[in-house]
Structure formats: structure tokens, C-alpha cells
């Protein structure tokens, strides 16, 4: 997290934690990218709490490799990843479209900002009790719009209740990051996300069947006689 390594690794354990008990939820291959989300989540933020032990100056090279690390999550992973994993779980066939666009968005900037990763040189510096990634690239205003389409606009057009509020819960928490803390947005508003990807735990725990699909433990079908004629 953006304040200490404690609480950086305290937020990592119970997205672990939590993380765990999503992917237990999974009944479909197809809900294992969208379970998977809270524990990406929870080894991003341990990345940066092992990062905050290294400053200042205490280990330079690892340094520089987990801040690298942490960025390949926050700038190249989740533009391309959130998408896609809306869109695994989406019937609706207009929807499905929407996301498959936004998916392409998604991958677009995601590789953009991977070319700035390896191009030029990304710093994690603390100023004010938080770390903030100087990470330079052209056309930010641009890039900024295109991943918050693919971040928090894809998880706004799933048709399940629950990953629509993960996504209003995104989109609010990405403003109020960028309104308040803009100099250390990526940090602060990954904490955001990451505690509230929680909510992907009830989207798969109170999710209903599918037609036609027996959830394990459940019974089998009772025996309607049918009352039809021969």
C-alpha cells in the first residue's frame, strides 16, 4: 500500500486470503480469470510492501526490478486482463461486442504503456509517506482515458449485478485517487482496487446456476411424472 510496508503487506494477506476463497467459488473455467483478480491483486501489494524495504538506497537493483514488477501490474496487466476476464462471463450478446472492443482498447494501451516500461526508465521515489512512479510517456491524457475505459467502463457493462458495482466502486475510487492524490495515483488507486476486489468473491458466491447446470452437492432433478397423454 501506499503508506508503509506494513500496511502493504497487511492489505497482501488478506487478498490472499481472499483470493483464495474466490477461486474456490469457480464452477466454469470461463470464472477463473474474474476469480483470479483479488490475488493478482494481493501479489501486486506484496511486491510493493518487499519494495518499500528497500528504500532508501538499501537495495538498488532490487529496487529497480520490483518497481518494474509492480508497474507490469499496474500499467500493462490490468487494462488487458480486466476486460477480458468481464468478458469470459458475459451471455448478452451486445455486450459481449462492447467488451471485445474494449478488450482491443485495452490490449492497445497496455501494450503502449509496456513500450514505455522497457523504453524509459520507470523511478519509485517516496515523497510524503507515499511512492509515487515516475514513469514518462507521450499522450498521457489519452492513454488515461483508453485504461480507464478498459479498468472500470468494462466491469460497468457486465450484465451481473456484482461486477457492476466493482466497477462503480472502481470508477468512484480512480476519481477521488486522481482529485486527491494525482502525484501518487497509481499506488493509491491500486490499494483502492485491490481492497475492493472483494466484491468478485460475491459475484461468484451469490451468483445463480446457469439453466441446465447442477451446482456440486446439489440433488439430483426430482421426478415430475409427466402428464401428458400417450
Known sequence: MCFSATASFTAAAALLVVGAATVRQVKRRSELPLALIPLLFGLQQLLEGVLWLTFPD?????????????????????????????????????????????????????????????????????????????????????????????????????????VRLFGVAATLSFAAAYAFYAFWFISVWCFFAAAMSGIVYLQLRQRKPEPGTTLPNAGPAPNVASNDPD
Request: charged letters at 10%.
Open 58 to 162: 538499501k537495495a538498488p537493483l532490487l529496487n529497480t526490478v520490483l518497481t518494474h514488477a509492480y508497474s507490469f501490474f499496474s500499467h500493462v496487466l490490468w487494462p488487458i486482463y480486466v476486460p477480458l476476464a468481464v468478458l469470459l462471463i458475459e451471455t448478452t450478446r451486445w455486450r459481449r461486442k462492447a467488451l471485445a472492443g474494449i478488450a482491443l482498447a485495452g490490449a492497445g494501451v497496455g501494450l503502449y504503456l509496456s513500450y514505455f516500461l522497457v523504453e524509459l526508465p520507470v523511478e519509485a521515489v517516496v515523497i510524503g509517506q507515499h511512492i509515487a512512479y515516475v514513469s514518462p510517456h507521450f499522450y498521457a491524457a489519452a492513454a488515461m482515458g483508453l485504461y480507464l475505459v478498459a479498468t472500470c467502463v468494462s466491469l460497468l457493462l457486465s450484465s451481473h449485478p456484482m
